[in-house]
């Protein structure tokens, strides 16, 4: 009797065990189609362009077959501009603020295909965007909210799950000078009173060789950053940086030339691995805040020093994804 409960087990075992590898021949999970575009800071997805004036810059956004199996069939899929996905998600997160919000990309900045090829034997497919973003201007946020359209008369099924049939692309220009900067040496007076400090400068991009950032302690969460916006254009002959406001009411004044220094070094433990090193010193300016607080005008003096680095894979051949933003 013993033996014959022991045969059965061991039937049992190897049952379930041919059983498993069977399940493995099969498809286990559904071949649905998304973008590849992971919602990140702010509750979308950031990716970073290259600014090039007059050119266009193509940005290769993947779309992606799901599957434990390589897709067989040929497919075409239809994507759409969707901006309804992006009111949600501004009232969602900022409900009356409006002067947060995102803003849909307008649509002379861009343009997309209207479908995607994935062959058979393919489980990913790229899709050009195609950026054309000279005079865009970045004190808004910009979003190119995109979705893949579903259809039962279409060869695909999209992804059931919004944030996987959906894109919500946060456009970030860049140029060789903008970036998050560091700016603890970097002192905001009020009159005589104790220095003001901030950990971070964020600055934007304006054309191929200057930036802007807000002046002071000022930021992208102030609803009027319009008005202090301070543009920084780089001379690379002579190593100097012109700053400027297009608004005369903050009585903006420069006191001395800032200047700039680049320094690159390879890393000790990822030799691969690019560091650069870019400071803006002799920062000293005077601007006036008239907006902050009603009926009352308060100047600012800011001086000291920006400092930016990058780290840049030397062993990635596309810019945007080499550097490690």
Not at 68 to 75: E, G, K, L, V
Not at 144 to 149: A, D, G, N, S, W
Not at 189 to 197: E, M, P
């Amino acid at each position: 009797m013993k033996k014959i409960f022991g045969a059965l087990c061991l039937f049992a075992v190897l049952f379930c065990i041919e059983s498993c590898n069977d399940e493995w021949k099969e498809e286990q999970f559904e071949r649905y189609i998304s973008f590849k575009a992971p919602i990140g800071d702010g509750g979308v997805s950031h990716i970073y362009v290259r600014y090039k004036g007059n050119e266009n810059t193509i940005y290769k956004l993947p779309v992606i077959v799901s599957g434990s199996t390589t897709n067989d069939q040929n497919m075409t899929v239809h994507v759409a501009v969707d901006p309804d996905t992006l009111d949600a998600l501004n009232y969602d997160r900022f409900q009356n603020r409006t002067d947060y919000y995102y803003k849909v990309l307008e649509n002379k900045y861009y343009s997309i295909p209207a479908t995607v090829d994935i062959k058979s034997g393919e489980n990913v497919s790229l899709m050009d965007i195609d950026f054309s973003l000279k005079g865009i201007d970045l004190v808004e946020k910009w979003v190119l909210p995109l979705t893949i359209v579903d259809d039962p008369s279409y060869d695909y099924v999209a992804n059931p799950r919004k944030h996987y049939k959906k894109a919500l692309l946060r456009v970030n220009p860049f140029n060789d000078f903008s970036g998050t900067y560091s700016s603890t040496a970097l002192k905001v007076h009020l009159g005589d009173n104790q220095s003001l400090y901030m950990q971070q400068v964020r600055t934007y991009v304006v054309d191929e060789k200057t930036i802007f950032f807000y002046a002071g302690i000022i930021n992208e969460d102030r609803r009027d950053r319009s008005l202090y916006k301070i543009k920084a254009e780089f001379d690379e002959l002579n190593k100097t940086v012109t700053l400027s406001a297009d608004n005369p009411t903050i009585n903006f004044t420069l006191n001395k030339t800032a200047t700039y220094s680049v320094m690159e070094y390879m890393d000790e433990t990822r030799p691969y691995l690019l560091h650069r090193i870019i400071t803006i010193s002799n920062i000293d300016y005077v601007f006036t805040d008239y907006t902050m607080v009603d009926g009352t005008v308060l100047t600012f003096y800011v001086e000291g020093s920006l400092i930016l680095e990058r780290k840049l894979n030397t062993q990635i051949p596309d810019e945007d994804q080499a550097i490690e933003w």
